[in-house]
């Protein structure tokens, strides 16, 4: 009765890090150090669109890592409705970020 147990686990387990379950390996600091090319771009009422640099920080960093800053706690001087936007603005194709 165990093992079809734990074989469940595991494909669940397999599952999951496959899809939306990966983690993000950076600390919250070190996240926002590796974005602060796109803080012009998420500046509250900032018209200049997200540069080069800030895009491709932005995909080096990932999704979850991204999901892990607008979600934790407020940055001064970060509109986070407009840092939502960034991966729309740079054609990353990353799943919205859950709340």
């Not at 009765?1 to 919250?28: E, K, N, R, Y």
């Not at 996240?31 to 640099?53: D, G, K, Y």
């Amino acid at each position: 009765m165990a093992l079809p147990i734990l074989v469940f686990v595991l494909v669940m387990t397999g599952l999951v890090d496959q899809g939306q379950g990966t983690t993000c390996t950076s600390t919250f600091f070190s996240a926002l150090v590796q974005l602060i090319p796109c803080r012009v771009a998420v500046a509250p009422f900032s018209p200049i669109p997200p540069s080069e640099t800030c895009c491709n920080a932005l995909k080096a960093l990932g999704q979850p890592c991204l999901c892990v800053l607008v979600n934790g706690p407020p940055i001064s001087g970060i509109d986070r409705n407009m840092a939502m936007q960034l991966p729309e603005k740079c054609a990353a194709n990353f799943e919205p970020c859950t709340f």
